[in-house]
């Protein structure tokens, strides 16, 4: 369909105010809820993340495609929910105790969200235990640790730790953040390493396509 194509092309183009206007469009015209999401925002943020991931385009622009796809699904997810429609896979998101910083988990929450996953996002300075305590709540099928100071890695361990140690130690979990790293990953026994937004959408849909 022509205007699922435009919806794409405008979530890559990052054009707000043209991606919801398109989707209420696809709405109008009794197009599926689902296929807007799958046949026009996916396909639109996984040329953005590809596009990222190959330095084509940067920070800012991902962001800003990133808001064009976030206020299209504003128009799409109740439509969704109050059908029954759930996401196939659900995800956790926060950054570790004592970090505040949220704009690199903020964009990933959003990429997964354009990925078709359903999104928790427990915001900053969220300890182990919440961690634990929303998976067990949502049923979670992978949980992402974000974490940019030095200081706050050690708040990462102790969160797989807990984890491991649960009654869920079959979630998956990803970890990213600027001091990171695949060593480190691999030290404290998580599943994943993503080094940014794009690349944490396909390593989230690797791990949980292989536990599924």
């Known amino acids: 369909m022509p205007l699922l194509n435009e919806l794409s092309t405008a979530i890559i183009d990052g054009k707000k105010n043209d991606a919801v206007r398109i989707t209420q469009a696809l709405l109008d015209a009794k197009t599926d809820p689902s296929a807007i999401v799958e046949q026009g925002m996916i396909p639109g943020m996984a040329v953005v993340g590809e596009r990222f991931k190959n330095n084509e385009i940067f920070v800012p622009e991902m962001l800003i495609a990133?808001?064009?796809?976030?206020?299209?699904?504003?128009?799409v997810e109740p439509i969704l929910i109050s059908s029954g429609i759930k996401p196939k896979y659900t995800s956790i998101i926060g950054t570790v105790?004592?970090?505040?910083?949220?704009?690199?988990?903020?964009?990933?929450a959003t990429m997964w969200k354009g990925a078709g996953f359903n999104v928790v996002d427990l915001g900053t300075n969220v300890s182990p235990e919440k961690y634990l305590a929303?998976?067990?709540?949502?049923?979670?099928?992978?949980?992402g640790l974000s974490a940019l100071l030095t200081t706050t890695m050690p708040a990462m361990r102790t969160t797989v730790d807990l984890l491991r140690k649960?009654?869920?130690?079959?979630?998956?979990?990803?970890?990213?953040?600027?001091?990171?790293?695949?060593?480190?990953?691999?030290?404290?026994?998580?599943?994943?390493?993503?080094?940014?937004?794009?690349?944490?959408?396909?390593?989230?849909?690797?791990?949980?396509?292989?536990?599924?």
């Open 166 to 212: 649960s009654d869920m130690p079959h979630v998956k979990i990803l970890i990213g953040g600027a001091p990171i790293t695949q060593a480190f990953a691999d030290e404290i026994g998580a599943d994943g390493y993503a080094a940014d937004a794009g690349t944490a959408v396909d390593v989230a849909k690797r791990l949980v396509s292989a536990a599924a």
């Open 66 to 75: 990133a808001r064009a796809m976030k206020e299209s699904l504003k128009l």
């Open 97 to 108: 105790q004592g970090d505040l910083h949220d704009i690199g988990k903020n964009l990933i």
């Open 134 to 143: 929303a998976a067990r709540e949502h049923n979670a099928n992978i949980i």
